[in-house]
């Protein structure tokens, strides 16, 4: 075996580690950070972890050959500073420390740009480790305990949004991904017009503390297909910029995989309906999410662009 294969190896390796010590030990030995798992369900909830791990090294492992998949401490420097900037940007916007109105019970989280575009900058695996790990230890600030299978899919957010560059016809590709993206958009769209009562589960009522205890809005229900609408109008205004109009494109497709996994998972884990699970989960964190893609996304990419060209890199 190369030394990429260890190095990949390693890189996953030591997120799949970190959740455990944080899931098996911290959680119960650590008051300052709320670290808290349910301990009824942590097993299958650490089961996810490493589906989604797994998932990360079969991308590998079939694509290996690639030069996204170089890792060196370079990439290693990007994962610290992608996670700990995540996590600080997660903790501030997660409605307690500032608190954002949110239009029609839709949660503002302007943040997951950050592993979108570290895994389209510096790879796949350096969104993956920002995006899991970032989202975990943000989830211990706000104090709202841990759900690993969501800071795993956001790290499949980030790794996926790495991923742009297998291909060598990218514009074929990127038009790809926009009729998928597309297509799994006004699917879940018809499922909530079908479940338009279905309890909105990732709306914050911040005065109350408590979860998901108003329908879900028909503005939360339809956002993913305006977030699709800006991502297409980015995709084409930026045509001419291959770099912005990718990281933006494969942020999208990121979006879509990483919080679907997530969701679905809660079936298993917290004895939830499909309809519940998209519904309920899903469309209200991937609509704004692929919002704020369309936005800070490409404003990233153009400043990175922009401190390159100055540094002569």
């Given at each position: 075996?190369?030394?990429?294969?260890?190095?990949?190896?390693?890189?996953?390796?030591?997120?799949?580690?970190?959740?455990?010590?944080?899931?098996?030990?911290?959680?119960?030995?650590?008051?300052?950070?709320?670290?808290?798992?349910?301990?009824?369900?942590?097993?299958?909830?650490?089961?996810?972890?490493?589906?989604?791990?797994?998932?990360?090294?079969?991308?590998?492992?079939?694509?290996?050959?690639?030069?996204?998949?170089?890792?060196?401490?370079?990439?290693?420097?990007?994962?610290?500073?992608?996670?700990?900037?995540?996590?600080?940007?997660?903790?501030?916007?997660?409605?307690?420390?500032?608190?954002?109105?949110?239009?029609?019970?839709?949660?503002?989280?302007?943040?997951?740009?950050?592993?979108?575009?570290?895994?389209?900058?510096?790879?796949?695996?350096?969104?993956?480790?920002?995006?899991?790990?970032?989202?975990?230890?943000?989830?211990?600030?706000?104090?709202?305990?841990?759900?690993?299978?969501?800071?795993?899919?956001?790290?499949?957010?980030?790794?996926?949004?790495?991923?742009?560059?297998?291909?060598?016809?990218?514009?074929?590709?990127?038009?790809?991904?926009?009729?998928?993206?597309?297509?799994?958009?006004?699917?879940?769209?018809?499922?909530?017009?079908?479940?338009?009562?279905?309890?909105?589960?990732?709306?914050?009522?911040?005065?109350?503390?408590?979860?998901?205890?108003?329908?879900?809005?028909?503005?939360?229900?339809?956002?993913?297909?305006?977030?699709?609408?800006?991502?297409?109008?980015?995709?084409?205004?930026?045509?001419?910029?291959?770099?912005?109009?990718?990281?933006?494109?494969?942020?999208?497709?990121?979006?879509?995989?990483?919080?679907?996994?997530?969701?679905?998972?809660?079936?298993?884990?917290?004895?939830?309906?499909?309809?519940?699970?998209?519904?309920?989960?899903?469309?209200?964190a991937a609509g704004p999410n692929m919002i704020f893609a369309a936005i800070l996304v490409?404003?990233?990419?153009?400043?990175?662009?922009?401190?390159?060209?100055?540094?002569?890199?």
């Amino acid at each position: 075996m190369d030394k990429k294969f260890w190095n990949v190896l390693f890189s996953l390796a030591a997120v799949l580690a970190i959740f455990a010590v944080v899931m098996f030990l911290l959680s119960k030995t650590i008051s300052v950070f709320n670290f808290e798992v349910d301990q009824a369900t942590v097993g299958l909830r650490f089961l996810f972890v490493v589906i989604g791990v797994l998932i990360a090294f079969g991308v590998y492992v079939v694509t290996k050959d690639n030069k996204i998949w170089e890792v060196g401490t370079r990439e290693v420097v990007w994962m610290a500073i992608g996670a700990a900037l995540y996590a600080v940007f997660s903790w501030l916007f997660n409605g307690t420390v500032f608190v954002i109105p949110s239009l029609s019970q839709v949660a503002l989280r302007p943040a997951i740009a950050i592993p979108m575009f570290f895994g389209y900058a510096f790879g796949p695996v350096v969104g993956f480790f920002s995006g899991a790990v970032g989202n975990m230890f943000g989830d211990a600030l706000t104090g709202f305990g841990l759900s690993p299978q969501w800071s795993i899919g956001n790290g499949l957010v980030g790794f996926v949004a790495g991923l742009g560059m297998l291909f060598k016809n990218r514009k074929q590709s990127m038009d790809t991904v926009l009729w998928v993206g597309g297509a799994l958009a006004v699917l879940t769209v018809v499922l909530f017009f079908m479940n338009q009562n279905q309890p909105n589960m990732m709306f914050y009522d911040v005065n109350n503390n408590i979860f998901g205890d108003a329908p879900i809005s028909f503005f939360a229900g339809i956002s993913i297909l305006i977030g699709f609408a800006l991502i297409v109008a980015v995709r084409y205004f930026f045509g001419s910029n291959e770099d912005v109009a990718a990281a933006v494109t494969w942020g999208m497709l990121g979006n879509i995989i990483g919080i679907g996994f997530a969701s679905i998972a809660d079936i298993w884990i917290n004895g939830f309906s499909l309809p519940a699970a998209i519904v309920g989960e899903f469309l209200p964190a991937a609509g704004p999410n692929m919002i704020f893609a369309a936005i800070l996304v490409p404003l990233l990419v153009l400043a990175y662009a922009a401190v390159r060209r100055q540094s002569g890199r």
